[in-house]
Each structure stands twice: as C-alpha cells, then as structure tokens.
C-alpha cells in the first residue's frame, strides 16, 4: 500500500490532518519506510500514519490477526488492559471492536491497570490471549501492544511466530470489520473486568507481604505519570505503611511524561523531583516505577546522598533476602544471561537452584512453568538486570507493584537495626566478592545504522579478539550460532533458542552485545570484579564502538 492510499485513509486513522501536516517531510518518508511487524515483542513503534507507525489500521490487523488464530476454539476469551499513553484507550477499544465481530469475548479493563495487573487477570479469567496496550518507558510518541498467552506470560518464540504469520497474512487493513465499542458491551460479548477481580489481584500481594515492620522509614514514590498510583499507595495504606509521600506531579496519569525527560526508573534523571522532595522531608528510600509499572527503580540515603541502585544490585538484594526467609523445598531463582553472575554466587552458596535464560521476562515466565507441578523446587524470583523482578508467580512478568511493599518491608528492618540496603549490598560484596556493572545503550538511526549494528556483531562473530583491553578472553559465547567456544579450542553447544547476543568472558567477568530487536540499538553489558569500573567500561565501549 502506498502513501497516497494511507493518506486518502486518514480520516479512520485517530491522526488528525493537523498532526500529520505539521510532521517534516523527512518524518513523513519515515513512515512510509517499512512495515511495523508483530515480532516476538509484539509490536511497539511511533503513533502516526503510515505502516511504520503506529494507529487504528494497525491495531485492527493485530486485532484481526489474534481472531484468525482462535478460530476453531470454543468460546474463545481475550483479557485487554491499557496503560496512560496517548490512544491506549482507543486502541483497546479498538481491538474489542474487532474481536467482538469476529464472535471473540473480551475482558477490558475500564481505566488504566498495569503491565502486572493485566497478566493476573489472564490467568484469573482462564484466557486464550491477553493484550497489553503499552510502549512500557519509551518516550511520550510511543505506543505498543503486548501479547500473553494463557499462562499469563508473553508470548514465547513458536506461538508469537505463529501469530505473527496471522498478522502478517492480512494485507487489506483499510476495510476490516467491526463492532462498534458501544454495541460490543450491549451485546455482553464485552465486558469491564469486575471490581472484584480487580481486587483479588492487591489481596495476594497483601497475602505474602501481611505486614510492614513499623519504623520511623521515610519513602517517596514516583509513578512516572503511569499506573501505579492509585494502587500502589492504597495497598501501602491497607498494609499500614503511612510514611509514603508521593512526588505529586508525577503520580497524575500523562502520556505527555511532562515532568521527565525518560519516564525510566533505570535512569538518574527520573528522579530529580524524587530527590529535591526527598531532601525536603529527610526522605530514606526514593521509589518509582515506570509507566506500565512493570519496572522498578530506587535511590537510598546512605551517609547523607542518594546512592542509586542499578538493576543488578537490587537484584542481588532482593535474592538474599529471599533466601534468608525460605524453608523447606529447594528455591529456585532465574536470572536472563546478561544478568550479573553474583546472583549465582549467592544462589549457589545457599542450596539454591540458578536456572539462566535469554534476555525477555517471557522465558523466565516459560520457566516458572515447567515448575508448577515440581513438588520438591519452589520459585522465589525471577529478575533481570534491567530492573525488572516477580517474587510470587501469580503474574508471569515483571511486577514492580509487589516489589514496592516488600523493599519498604527490607528498609524498615534494616532502619530498625541502623543499617540502610546500601550497608546490607556492601556485607553482601564482602562475602562473595565486589561484581560490578556498566550498561551502555547506542542508538544508530537509519538504513546507515542497522548496518553498523550488524558490522560490529558481525566483526565480534566472525573474529572474537583474544584480549580485550588487557583481560585474555577465556570463552565466547554464541548465542545466534549458539556455540560456547573456549580458548584451548575446544566448543559446546548451547541448549537455549537461538538470540542475535555475543558474551565474552574474561577471568573476573564478561562483556555481552545485545542488539534491539524492536529499536535501531546496541546494548553493550559490562560486568567485572572492578575497583573502577566506570574507567574500565568506558576504555571498552570506546574500543568497540570508537576504535
């Protein structure tokens, strides 16, 4: 379909002729320039007109494409919820529409719920599909749409390259049917979850976090203009915790992110409101979340400044903690393969069982699985070092929500004792060593920068150096190839699905390339037993990316 088609359609296409008229002719082309696919994250791309952008055609083809695939099922069942980015709504509404007319039932959240909440509510409904509206902690013109399956889990690589092929088939996107939204809840095909259901999702978090030790702790929390407020505060109020104050500009729902310049809690700046308020009331634990509150970020007065943790360090926490509370059958804890290995360390030390799997919460939620019916192995947490965590699997992604009560939970023990989770990580690199991290994210625009992506994967596959400033490479790993290769020659397969990622191991560490499979960026991970970490991770990125 060409330009012209899209513009003489774009009346029907929730883009305004203003928004698209004022767009330069360069971010025009753009949108034009390729197709937005359903890939193995879904689909996440700008809003706009055009078939690399995201609006109301698209969203009906993935629509349509989720209809075809449950065709032949009985009473087949689809849960929706949207976050508070532009058109989430609509977009949800939208996918009823067509699933309705294609004699699919719907569950549709009537306001806004997390990435979490909406997991939940698929397994609790007993769906075939859950659709997440979201673009997680993109910037403000993003959107995107998640898929999960019946586990509560997204969709793994078989079932989404199945769904994907559905997608994919429908070419005729102008003139696919629907029920208008209205008629669709008439009908009673579609229906608003029910509050009840909603609540059912705060009980069990409040049922494995029953209460919070009464301290004199001090918390601000910031949802980044997403969703975890009401929520967060409200199950902070019924677990007695009345020492939260909220960045109030921060916690009104704004797909515009007017307060950030990133709604991501793995950033620094986001909390620069968190912090001058933090200051203000002698704060002890600064919290936020990203929009769709599936990740996590926090900040901790530890001898008087705010020391921010990365995703590896509240990883290690939130595993020895773990640990320390748990009894009977073995634990087992799942970390993905750019995840620090301190975490099996510790797991290791303590009888734990360490499973590792690819980069995407949906094979850590592929694991929790496999363990359902395993009598003698009980999950305690899956975590990856992008600041995403589940402690209890009643959801199968990452749930900030019930990370939130449970560090407050850790923080006021140790403020009782005079200890802040600054002190409890630095006994935790006393007993089992100093591993620190370095993440490095280059965006490469443009035809041009895909293919400086795949020179430098291509370059590091083909032709893995034997030293890398000043530390011999001991074994790479190949996880496209999915060959283990050592130094003395010898080489293994690796038993995991094939992934566009290169590890590089060293003695006291490793350096990994991730390409983004939805995004023109390279990810370089940088984790070394350091002193200076911040130098020796900069002299690498500048070897790969400068050199």
Same mark, same amino acid.
């Given at each position: 379909?060409?330009?012209?088609?899209?513009?003489?359609?774009?009346?029907?296409?929730?883009?305004?002729?203003?928004?698209?008229?004022?767009?330069?002719?360069?971010?025009?082309?753009?949108?034009?320039?390729?197709?937005?696919?359903?890939?193995?994250?879904?689909?996440?791309?700008?809003?706009?007109?055009?078939?690399?952008?995201?609006?109301?055609?698209?969203?009906?083809?993935?629509?349509?494409?989720?209809?075809?695939?449950?065709?032949?099922?009985?009473?087949?069942?689809?849960?929706?919820?949207?976050?508070?980015?532009?058109?989430?709504?609509?977009?949800?509404?939208?996918?009823?529409?067509?699933?309705?007319?294609?004699?699919?039932?719907?569950?549709?959240?009537?306001?806004?719920? @997390?990435?979490?909440?909406? #997991?939940?509510?698929?397994? !609790?409904?007993?769906?075939?599909? $859950?659709?997440? %509206?979201? =673009?997680?902690?993109?910037?403000?013109?993003?959107?995107?749409?998640?898929?999960?399956?019946?586990?509560?889990?997204?969709?793994?690589?078989?079932?989404?390259?199945?769904?994907?092929?559905?997608?994919?088939?429908?070419?005729?996107?102008?003139?696919?049917?629907?029920?208008?939204?209205?008629?669709?809840?008439?009908?009673?095909?579609?229906?608003?979850?029910?509050?009840?259901?909603?609540?059912?999702?705060?009980?069990?978090?409040?049922?494995?976090?029953?209460?919070?030790?009464?301290?004199?702790?001090?918390?601000?929390?910031?949802?980044?203009?997403?969703?975890?407020?009401?929520?967060?505060?409200?199950?902070?109020?019924?677990?007695?915790?009345?020492?939260?104050?909220?960045?109030?500009?921060?916690?009104?729902?704004?797909?515009?992110?007017?307060?950030?310049? @990133?709604?991501?809690?793995? #950033?620094?700046?986001?909390? !620069?409101?968190?912090?001058?308020? $933090?200051?203000? %009331?002698? =704060?002890?634990?600064?919290?936020?979340?990203?929009?769709?509150?599936?990740?996590?970020?926090?900040?901790?007065?530890?001898?008087?400044?705010?020391?921010?943790?990365?995703?590896?360090?509240?990883?290690?926490?939130?595993?020895?903690?773990?640990?320390?509370?748990?009894?009977?059958?073995?634990?087992?804890?799942?970390?993905?393969?750019?995840?620090?290995?301190?975490?099996?360390?510790?797991?290791?030390?303590?009888?734990?069982?360490?499973?590792?799997?690819?980069?995407?919460?949906?094979?850590?939620?592929?694991?929790?699985?496999?363990?359902?019916?395993?009598?003698?192995?009980?999950?305690?947490?899956?975590?990856?070092?992008?600041?995403?965590?589940?402690?209890?699997?009643?959801?199968?992604?990452?749930?900030?929500?019930?990370?939130?009560?449970?560090?407050?939970?850790?923080?006021?023990?140790?403020?009782?004792?005079?200890?802040?989770?600054?002190?409890?990580?630095?006994?935790?690199?006393?007993?089992?060593?100093?591993?620190?991290?370095?993440?490095?994210?280059?965006?490469?625009?443009?035809?041009?920068?895909?293919?400086?992506?795949?020179?430098?994967?291509?370059?590091?596959?083909?032709?893995?150096?034997?030293?890398?400033?000043?530390?011999?490479?001991?074994?790479?790993?190949?996880?496209?190839?999915?060959?283990?290769?050592?130094?003395?020659?010898?080489?293994?397969?690796?038993?995991?699905?094939?992934?566009?990622?290169?590890?590089?191991?060293?003695?006291?560490?490793?350096?990994?390339?991730?390409?983004?499979?939805?995004?023109?960026?390279?990810?370089?991970?940088?984790?070394?037993?350091?002193?200076?970490?911040?130098?020796?991770?900069?002299?690498?990125?500048?070897?790969?990316?400068?050199?």
């Amino acid at each position: 379909m060409d330009r012209k088609q899209w513009e003489d359609n774009i009346e029907g296409s929730f883009i305004t002729a203003e928004a698209y008229d004022a767009l330069s002719e360069e971010e025009k082309e753009d949108a034009y320039r390729g197709t937005l696919s359903f890939g193995t994250a879904g689909i996440r791309g700008k809003i706009g007109l055009g078939p690399n952008r995201l609006n109301r055609y698209n969203v009906e083809k993935v629509a349509l494409g989720l209809a075809h695939a449950l065709e032949g099922k009985e009473e087949p069942l689809v849960v929706i919820g949207y976050d508070t980015r532009h058109f989430s709504p609509e977009f949800a509404e939208t996918m009823t529409s067509v699933l309705v007319n294609n004699d699919v039932s719907v569950r549709l959240s009537e306001r806004y719920i @997390s990435t979490p909440e909406l #997991s939940f509510h698929v397994r !609790e409904h007993g769906a075939d599909f $859950g659709v997440m %509206i979201t =673009a997680s902690h993109n910037p403000p013109e993003y959107n995107g749409i998640k898929v999960y399956g019946p586990d509560g889990a997204q969709l793994i690589d078989a079932p989404a390259a199945e769904l994907s092929e559905k997608i994919n088939a429908i070419e005729d996107i102008f003139n696919i049917d629907s029920t208008p939204f209205d008629e669709a809840l008439d009908s009673g095909k579609a229906q608003y979850i029910e509050a009840e259901m909603e609540e059912s999702y705060r009980k069990r978090i409040t049922a494995f976090i029953p209460e919070i030790p009464s301290s004199d702790l001090k918390v601000v929390f910031s949802s980044l203009h997403g969703t975890s407020v009401p929520i967060v505060p409200e199950m902070l109020d019924t677990l007695g915790f009345s020492s939260c104050t909220l960045v109030e500009d921060q916690c009104k729902p704004d797909g515009d992110f007017p307060s950030i310049k @990133s709604p991501n809690p793995e #950033s620094v700046e986001a909390f !620069e409101e968190s912090r001058k308020l $933090g200051t203000d %009331i002698g =704060a002890d634990v600064l919290i936020a979340t990203d929009p769709d509150a599936d990740r996590i970020g926090l900040q901790v007065l530890h001898e008087g400044e705010y020391i921010h943790l990365n995703g590896n360090q509240l990883g290690v926490l939130l595993l020895d903690h773990r640990l320390k509370k748990h009894e009977g059958s073995t634990p087992v804890v799942i970390k993905s393969i750019v995840t620090s290995d301190l975490g099996r360390k510790i797991a290791e030390d303590r009888g734990a069982q360490m499973i590792e799997v690819l980069t995407g919460f949906k094979y850590i939620g592929e694991q929790i699985k496999n363990l359902e019916d395993d009598q003698e192995h009980q999950f305690i947490l899956g975590y990856e070092e992008s600041y995403g965590y589940l402690l209890e699997p009643f959801v199968r992604d990452k749930d900030a929500i019930q990370i939130v009560p449970y560090i407050i939970s850790m923080a006021s023990e140790l403020k009782n004792d005079g200890k802040t989770l600054v002190d409890a990580l630095e006994a935790i690199y006393e007993k089992y060593g100093r591993r620190m991290e370095v993440l490095y994210s280059h965006t490469f625009e443009g035809a041009s920068g895909k293919e400086k992506i795949e020179d430098i994967m291509t370059g590091f596959r083909n032709d893995t150096p034997d030293e890398i400033e000043g530390r011999k490479v001991i074994m790479t790993e190949d996880f496209k190839t999915q060959e283990r290769s050592y130094s003395d020659g010898n080489t293994e397969s690796i038993d995991l699905p094939e992934a566009n990622v290169i590890k590089i191991h060293f003695e006291d560490g490793w350096i990994a390339l991730r390409p983004s499979g939805t995004e023109p960026k390279i990810k370089l991970y940088v984790s070394l037993d350091s002193e200076d970490i911040e130098a020796e991770a900069k002299s690498i990125n500048e070897m790969i990316f400068e050199g």
